[in-house]
């Protein structure tokens, strides 16, 4: 509606081809929390976060970064040369003016080295686009698809990572295909059928979009045999494979224990996509898309696919950040200002928070509900933030109502799984993961040095809540 200063009267603008888009679980949790925090402190309740995938506040710190980040900056301006004080370093002038959409070239010529050394690629810097976060990488690959007229539809895991059903379900028209998982990824013969299934409606499946490492929102990790398998089938299929990446480096495994990324695998086959939020900060939302795969567009004619996104990037986003992407170059480099030959070492203060985090959950899972293993189970991540929680007893139903109970009754956050599964899921089996919860072990509002203690005060309170839900106290 727009209204006439003038008049007060009030015009309707028509626009028929919008529709209103659903609004992701997590966001509405988010929406609702206010109001159930009020009523849970208004009980003399404590708020226990195992809802939210946020970065922890412990390893999200700025303070020494900026620090680093200055010093590199000085050691940039002394490359420089420049004799005169007053005069401005190019990069500086660099990261406040426009830039090509590519950004500067030295953090991604770095990003390539160090991110290529770890996973076994050559990364090509020219190929290596930034994006808005992975989030920006996965709009950036449906907008990409979504030129033509075609019904496109797209196959992901059931269940799936929220923001992509979010940006999937932009386009009226689109649809999602979703394949069931066990616990070792999705399960090849249903993959097989869903891409004929979709191709046989008339549907153009250009990729199959998943978070093989630490997947969010199922909490488990792929396993290389299941890698291998999917990757054979989508090379027969012709079908992408778009890697979204974020908990790559947030493992808990041994290095020889570690699954290989499927870009790793075959990058001819892979869209992959690099967050850094996850090891360094979620608020520069620095990311990059990387591929070498091609794409056959018009008789016989095939293009990289990098050469399309950077297209799809210029018209989506056409100058990035580049203060940023410098401040993510100083990450690139150690304490002594020297280039890193690996991301491991930004990642392992990371891991050690999260992976505490991780064995209090479990550890605590284990001693309050271990004896009750006909009413409960839950997933052991080996990668990420997320562990699922089932209900066994068919009496609960893990609900809004119930989600909302726990935290206005107990001040506990978690969030249900029902709808992280497509449309399409709940179509097989009604009611799939409404016995189902997401726990997060990532995020608390703790004080320094009172993380763990939280931790545990907070899954001690989850134990004590489903124990009493579930009739065994």
């Given at each position: ?38 009523v849970a402190e208004s009980k ?43 005069s401005t370093p190019e990069f ?285 189970i839950w997933t052991v991540p ?92």
């Open positions: 509606m727009t209204k006439n200063t003038e008049t007060g009267a009030t015009t309707a603008l028509h626009a028929p081809g919008l529709i209103q888009q659903s609004v992701s679980v997590t966001r509405r949790m988010a929406a609702s929390l206010p109001a159930l925090r009020k003399g309740l404590k708020i226990h976060h195992l809802g939210a995938g946020y970065p922890h506040p412990d390893v999200t710190d700025p303070k020494g970064f900026l620090v680093h980040k200055q010093a590199y900056f000085d050691k940039l301006a002394a490359e420089e040369g420049l004799n005169d004080p007053d500086l002038r660099e990261s406040f003016a426009y830039t090509d959409t590519l950004g500067p070239k030295l953090p991604r010529r770095l990003f390539a080295k160090v991110y290529g050394a770890d996973w076994g690629i050559d990364i090509d810097p020219e190929k290596l686009i930034p994006t808005v976060g992975a989030s920006g990488g996965i709009s950036l690959v449906c907008s990409l698809f979504e030129r033509g007229e075609e019904k496109v539809a797209y196959l992901a895991d059931a269940p799936t990572y929220a923001g992509f059903v979010a940006r999937a379900s932009l386009k009226q028209s689109s649809r999602i295909f979703s394949v069931d998982m066990d616990d070792e990824g999705p399960i090849p013969e249903q993959f097989i059928s869903q891409i004929h299934r979709a191709r046989n409606e008339g549907y153009f499946l250009p990729f199959y979009y998943t978070v093989p490492d630490g997947h969010n929102p199922a909490g488990i990790s792929f396993s290389n045999q299941r890698r291998r398998e999917i990757l054979d089938i989508a090379r027969e299929e012709q079908l992408l494979i778009l890697e979204d990446a974020p908990y790559l480096y947030i493992n808990y495994e041994k290095a020889e224990d570690r699954a290989t990324p499927f870009i790793a695998m075959d990058d001819t086959q892979t869209v992959h996509l690099f967050t850094g939020s996850k090891i360094g900060f979620p608020g520069p939302r620095v990311g990059f898309i990387y591929s070498n795969a091609q794409i056959n567009i018009a008789n016989d004619y095939s293009i990289a696919i990098s050469r399309l996104l950077l297209t799809e990037a210029s018209a989506d986003i056409l100058f990035q950040n580049p203060e940023a992407l410098y401040g993510f170059a100083a990450l690139l480099h150690d304490q002594k200002l020297e280039p890193r030959t690996s991301l491991w070492p930004v990642a392992d203060s990371k891991i050690s928070v999260y992976a505490d985090n991780r064995a209090i959950l479990l550890d605590t899972l284990q001693k309050e509900l271990g004896n009750h293993s006909d009413h409960f080996a990668a990420g933030f997320f562990s699922v929680f089932t209900f066994l007893n068919e009496a609960i139903r893990t609900d809004e109502d119930m989600v909302a109970k726990l935290v206005s009754e107990y001040g506990v956050v978690v969030v249900p799984m029902a709808e992280f599964y497509p449309a399409d899921a709940h179509q097989r089996c009604p009611g799939v993961g409404l016995n189902q919860i997401r726990l997060s072990f990532c995020f608390s509002e703790s004080a320094p040095g009172k993380r763990a203690d939280d931790m545990r005060e907070a899954v001690l309170t989850f134990c004590k809540a489903v124990k009493k839900l579930s009739g065994i106290i």
